[in-house]
Structures are given as C-alpha cells and as structure tokens.
C-alpha cells in the first residue's frame, strides 16, 4: 500500500507532502530537555489545542460577568451546550447527532449503557468481553452480572487468544457467538483493544450477534477519533466512549455515549432517569412525570459540565477543519511508515503484537519486549520520547495525525535502534 526508505531525508519529505502538517501549530508540545519531546502518547492523553484556553476562558468569563444569567445569555448560553457538540462527535463516530450525547465518565455511560441492555432472563443471562478488555469494563461487567443476582464465573464469557498468539482471531469470534449466542444477553467489546491494539470488526459482530438475537455494544475509548466506526450504519444498540486520547479534551474530560435512534421511543425501555433527559420544553415545570427525549438526551442525568465541555468543543473545532477521513489516511500512513523503521531493526529483542492488516489495527503499535523490560522504556523516555508502558512487557507506541510528523517516527526507532544495540 505505501513505499517507504529508512533515512531521515525521507521522513522530512512525507512531512514536506503532508497536508495535514499544520495543524501541528494549533497545538501545546511537551518540552523535554529544552526541545520539542517526541510524544507518541495521545492513545493515553491527548496534546492539548492551543485554543483549548480560549474557549474555557469565554466560559470562566461569562460567569464572572453574568453569573446565573449565562445559562441563557452566555455568548454560548450554557442550557444547550451540549448540543454544539453533537454534530461534530457524530462525524467522528458514523452517528446521527440525535444518537450522540456528551455526558459523564466512560465507566459511568457504561454502567447507564447496561442498564438499559442488558436483560438477563434465566436462559440469556451471558455477557461476552475479550479476555484483555480494559479493566474497568470487566469491573464494570462483573458488577452488572452480580446485580442481577447471577454469578460472573459461569456468566462472563471471554474471547481469548489461541495459545502462542496475542490476538483474538474472527472465527474464533464466529464459533464463539455460533455456539453460545442463544445464552448472551450482550456483546460487549472494546473496539480496539487497548493491549494489542487489535481493532475488531463491528459490522461483522454486531450482524453476527443479532442474528443470534443478542444486544451488541462498544466500549470505543481507544477507537473514537482513531477509527472509522460507523455505529449507525453498522447498528450498534450503543457504544461509550471517552474524549481524552484521541480527541484531546484533557485529562479526566467528560465522556460520550451513542443510542443507535432505533431505541429512542422504545417506551418500556428500563432506564435511571434524570431531569436533564426530560423533555425540553417542559423540564423546568418540575412537577411533571418523567418525559424522556427521543433521542440519545434522554439518557443524561444532570446538567453538563461547562468547563469540561468547553475543551471538548474547541477540540472538535480542530477535527472539523482537518476531516475525520483525511486524518485517518494519515494515520495509517503514519503507523506503517513506523511499522516499516520497526521491521528493519531485524532485532530479536521486540515483537510487534498489533496486527499487521491495516484496517485490523488504528493509529497504535505494541511492541512485546523480550528483554530489558522496564529499563528499555525508561532509557528511551530519558532521551525525550513520551510513550506508555502497560505491565508485564508492552510498550504502546501511537503517533497521531493532528500532531505527529514523520520524523517523530523516525526519530523514535533511532533511538529504540541505539538502545537494542547495547541491550
């Protein structure tokens, strides 16, 4: 698919050719060591956009100058400011602006999330999750399990690898929904793995589960802003994720959650309700019965967080301008293009575990270190790379488009190149 060399010229001009290459500018870079780090993190924290500051300081200077009077008078009135959001975050994920609604934390719209959809009856009472899903998704999954007066180790269904190998391959998926999907009461995968960085099919796996006449959802934090995603087409009954990786809203930021539009009127939904998903127009009458709104609102809780939501927005700003497509092909230029410098080490010492399959993976590698461990990390943290570390032996590497460059790239495997060496 792409043509690469291993030298330094090159890097510079693929990022000479980039398109993209100035929205770098609109962005705050780390300084290590009085220069420019190479920041290769933004699938754990995103850089924060210079404008970020502007926008949580029209904010901050409309409650000072109005007070209570900003929720209707603010420059951006605060009642409906959530909704500036909706847009934008349902071009990212393949949604329509009805399915999308910014609000709370990732674990908390999960908790919501199964609430609604998972049902356990006493012959479909299972819930399916990779074996590595994030931690607080199986914390989240067992709870749920266990609320329901049921016990998470004959409930909890988990997609594991096949022995020897570091990812979960689809027809192992297939005979597992095939053979236990009369039992599953819900499908519950993250999207992309944050571990392997395996990205998984969801238009495959949710047809597949519905078939089987199981509710099908995504934990998207590692492929919101990442990926193509595509939740409507693919018809997901719901997806959560969070907005400070990939998308940059800074850390603990509020997260997201999508209701495919097929759920919005169903009436005997079971929900937790709050007054922030009534009905609009009558929400302030507060003596009425709960009347939900038709579309994914109806899931909010509480009034939003304005400075949170602030950093959001002036990050989807940013996305607007670039195009959610445009950066996709730069990312998966990027990611090859560092997949390519990695290959060349011919080095026994890392093993790249992500897929190799370029619609299989997103914008990250997991380099598997069979030796040096710990120590190799913190060596090539020293000399200016910020990157992440997931125990017993991963190093998660993922340049992203908005502000990543080539030669960050080629700079990083330079210096893993220096340190294997010696190691």
């Known amino acids: 698919m792409f043509e690469f060399k291993n030298t330094a010229d090159f890097a510079y001009e693929l990022d000479r050719n980039d398109s993209l290459a100035k929205f770098r500018d609109q962005f705050h870079i ?16 995103g850089l924060q956009p210079k404008s970020t500051a502007e926008y949580i300081n029209q904010e901050l200077s409309d409650w000072a100058n109005l007070g209570v009077e900003g929720h209707l008078h603010a420059k951006n009135p ?36 199964m609430v609604s959809f998972y049902r356990p009856s006493a012959k479909r009472n299972k819930i399916l999750i990779e074996s590595d899903a994030f931690p607080s998704d199986r914390y989240a999954v067992e709870s749920q399990i266990r609320f329901h ?34 039992q599953i009461a819900l499908i519950m995968l993250g999207n992309t793995n944050y571990y392997t960085g395996q990205r998984f099919d969801i238009q495959k796996i949710t047809r597949l589960g519905h078939q089987m006449g199981c509710v099908v959802g995504f934990d998207c934090a590692h492929g919101a802003g990442n990926v193509p995603l595509d939740l409507h087409d693919n018809e997901v009954d719901f997806a959560v994720w969070c907005t400070y990786k990939y998308l940059n809203s800074g ?27 009534h009905n609009k127009s009558t929400r302030f009458g507060m003596r009425d019965q709960f009347d939900p709104i038709p579309s ?46 990695l290959q060349d080490l011919s080095n026994d010492l890392i093993e790249i575990i992500t897929p190799k399959v370029i619609d299989e993976r997103g914008a990250q590698l997991s380099l598997l270190v069979k030796k040096g461990g710990k120590a190799l990390f913190d060596t090539i943290t020293s000399e200016g790379v910020i990157a992440d570390w997931r125990e017993p032996n991963v190093i998660r590497i993922a340049p992203t488009a908005l502000y990543n460059r080539f030669i960050d790239v080629y700079k990083f495997c330079e210096i893993l190149k220096s340190q294997l060496v010696t190691a």
């Open 30 to 45: 780390p300084q290590v060591n009085g220069k420019d780090a190479i920041y290769l993190c933004g699938n754990s924290l």
């Open 251 to 277: 850390p603990g930021s509020v997260a997201a959650l999508f209701v495919h539009e097929k759920h919005h009127t169903t009436t005997d939904i079971p929900r937790f309700n709050g007054w922030w998903g």
């Open 78 to 113: 605060w009642m409906p400011y959530h909704e500036y959001l909706s847009v934008s975050m349902a071009k990212i994920v393949g949604a329509k602006s009805s399915e999308v609604v910014v609000m709370n934390t990732l674990s908390a719209n999960l908790h919501l999330m």
């Open 296 to 341: 994914a609102e109806a899931w909010q809780l509480s009034n939003p967080p304005i400075l949170s939501l602030a950093a959001i927005l002036a990050s989807l700003k940013v996305f607007d301008e670039a195009g959610f497509s445009n950066l996709r092909e730069k990312s998966m230029k990027l990611t090859a293009f560092m997949e390519f410098l």
């Open 149 to 182: 007066g049921f016990d998470p180790e004959e409930c909890l269904l988990e997609l594991s690898p096949r022995k020897g190998e570091h990812l979960i391959r689809w027809e192992d998926i297939e005979e597992r929904i095939n053979s236990e999907g009369e």
